[in-house]
């Protein structure tokens, strides 16, 4: 159940986006994603809430969506990722390479 | 160690190629060590601040902190380093002859020198601050601290010597095109920094004209290698660049080129300075 907590929020954010973006999130513990696999949708405007529950940071990035982000230990960030055609997208911690890995699957 | 060195060189390289650029660009002009130095140092101090309020800058604005920081520090850049370009083409030639006189007016070359300060300062400042955080986390886990902080000094000189060595690259040119090769390399910064400020607001959700992808290149040459960084840094590559970052790319190197081409044609009844 804690999969997909696809809520349907309207992006808190007001900010432009006259469409609805989709919400996931992520946990990262222990150097670790949870869920290291996303499914998501492809073709709409997504956004991905990363929580560091580990004390320090972590660099979220991923160059196969453009994504660069600080995440201080124990924060949540917000990433808005643009409409993804159908595909696997990696994404990595920038700080903890060998272990921080994980994608999302757009359909 | 080596996680250690390879992400304190991947981030120093990128602000030390800058340093590199700018002390060419302002070889000759007295005064540019202690420029130069003020913006590192300051950049450091930044990059320090902006690491111990990491988490009150990215919960800003809608957790869209981060991107908006790094967007305005980077416009800040390209302002900065599009007046110092514009003015050295009105002035270089004066600057030129006046320091062939001894003891000449010093202040005539402070000017740009102030807006180059200003650019090191953002770059070490944006590259720094990731460094502060990384370095932090190992010293609070403390985890064989002393061969991750060896890493991170190897990593620290590794840069270091990029600056050198782009520095001593380009000096090595004969004068005469030094100038020209310097102001080319700052425009190119200035344009590669203004696509860099989009790609943030884009991914703050700010900016939303023009947000597909033209083509992907990562292939050939992802963003994510050290030669893809080198050229990030350098002529502004991206390996998925959207609409509107080639088009603010392409309007910062025209309105560059522009304000030097006007401010250097002969003009009748020009102002005074």
């Known amino acids: ?107 | 160690m080596l996680g250690a060195l390879i992400i304190v060189f991947r981030e120093v390289i990128e602000a030390g190629l800058v340093v590199g650029i700018v002390l060419a660009a302002t070889r000759g002009i007295v005064g540019r060590g202690w420029w130069v130095s003020l913006g590192i140092t300051a950049g450091v101090l930044g990059a320090s601040i902006v690491a111990a309020f990491a988490g009150a800058i990215s919960n800003a604005f809608a957790g869209s902190g981060q991107e908006l920081l790094n967007a305005t520090v980077l416009i800040v850049a390209v302002i900065s380093l599009t007046w110092h370009n514009v003015w050295m083409a009105e002035h270089g030639r004066e600057i030129v002859a006046e320091l062939r006189q001894v003891g000449d007016d010093v202040s005539a070359g402070r000017r740009p020198l102030t807006a180059l300060a200003v650019v090191v300062f953002v770059a070490v400042m944006r590259e720094g601050s990731e460094i502060v955080l990384f370095l932090y986390g190992i010293v609070v886990t403390g985890t064989s601290m002393g061969s991750l902080l060896l890493g991170g000094v190897l990593g620290l000189l590794g840069g270091a010597a990029m600056t050198a060595l782009s520095y001593f690259g380009l000096i090595a040119l004969p004068t005469r095109y030094i100038f020209s090769v310097t102001s080319i390399l700052l425009a190119l910064l200035a344009a590669g920094m203004a696509a860099q400020a989009i790609h943030f607001l884009q991914a703050a959700g700010v900016v939303t004209a023009l947000q597909t992808r033209l083509w992907d290149s990562s292939w050939l040459l992802p963003d994510s290698s050290i030669v893809g960084r080198m050229l990030h840094v350098l002529v502004g590559y991206t390996d998925k660049p959207t609409g509107l970052q080639l088009l603010t790319y392409l309007t910062t190197l025209a309105t560059i080129a522009a304000l030097m081409w006007w401010v250097r044609s002969p003009r009748q009844a020009k102002p005074a300075h």
């Open chain 1, 1 to 107: 159940m804690r999969l997909l907590l696809a809520l349907s929020l309207p992006a808190v954010v007001g900010l432009a986006s006259p469409v609805r973006a989709d919400d996931f999130s992520l946990t990262i513990k222990d150097h670790r994603f949870e869920p290291s696999e996303l499914q998501v949708p492809a073709g709409k405007d997504l956004t991905l809430k990363v929580t560091n529950s580990d004390p320090t940071a972590e660099e979220f990035e991923s160059n196969d969506f453009d994504a660069e982000k600080v995440i201080p230990g124990g924060q949540t960030a917000v990433i808005k990722i643009a409409p993804l055609d159908p595909g696997r997208y990696e994404f990595f911690g920038e700080y903890h390479e060998d272990s921080a890995k994980g994608a999302l699957v757009a359909k």
